[in-house]
């Protein structure tokens, strides 16, 4: 059986992070990278479909383009960061299922079924995308997770490759720079928005 976190832990991972505006100008190495990876794999999805693809801009150009693809609000936090992650759902997830689930045909489920492939993929993706918000936290650093981009033209620039790509959601990364942040929002307490039945 499990033990429960220290309250640093705890901490670190949920009660004092934070979602970052901008960065200290501190590197953040591929080791990092990987090891963010190497945790958010672990995590749980359905039939452990791993739909998620991402795309790791870590230079100058890779952040210019992805900048223009953003809100003008978000642009400098992009240029700003060390690297910016975009996670995206492969719509044809479906055909990895042999290995990644070899218990069962689970293929077969998403085969002729557009409407339930594409749901599972950004399903899974966003649970992903939650997962990769907190390796990154777990291994020292910290996230500006962001929607405020165009679908369209960050999968035109970055994913026209692989069509099958559908970018969800994008992320700042590195080391948060506390002057960047505003006080945190209201967080209810349990009673607020839960019922035991």
Same mark, same amino acid.
């Given at each position: 059986m499990s033990a429960p976190?220290?309250?640093?832990?705890?901490?670190?991972?949920?009660? %004092? *992070?934070?979602?970052?505006?901008?960065? $200290?100008?501190t590197p953040v190495s591929t080791e990092q990278l990987t090891a963010i990876w190497d945790l958010m794999k672990m995590a749980?999805? %359905? *039939?452990?479909?791993?739909?998620?693809? $991402?795309?790791?801009?870590?230079?100058?150009?890779?952040?210019?383009?992805?900048a223009a693809c953003s809100a003008p609000t978000n642009a400098p936090k992009i240029l700003s960061a060390p690297v910016t992650v975009i996670i995206a759902a492969d719509m044809q997830f479906h055909e990895q299922l042999p290995w990644l689930f070899p218990h069962a045909d689970a293929r077969s489920w998403f085969s002729g079924n557009d409407a339930l492939r594409e749901k599972s993929a950004v399903l899974n993706t966003t649970?992903?995308?939650?997962?990769?918000?907190?390796a990154a936290r777990a291994i020292g650093l910290d996230t500006g997770p962001m929607t405020g981009f165009s679908n369209e033209a960050v999968d035109a620039a970055f994913l026209a490759d692989t069509p099958d790509y559908k970018s969800v959601m994008i992320s700042t990364l590195g080391h948060g720079d506390p002057a960047s942040i505003f006080d945190r929002s209201p967080r209810p307490d349990f009673d607020k928005f839960n019922r035991i039945a």
């Open positions: 976190l220290s309250d640093a832990a705890l901490d670190q991972l949920f009660r %004092s *992070a934070r979602t970052y505006n901008g960065y $200290l100008d749980p999805t %359905s *039939a452990n479909q791993l739909p998620a693809r $991402l795309v790791w801009c870590t230079s100058q150009e890779a952040k210019e383009k992805l649970l992903q995308a939650a997962y990769f918000i907190m």
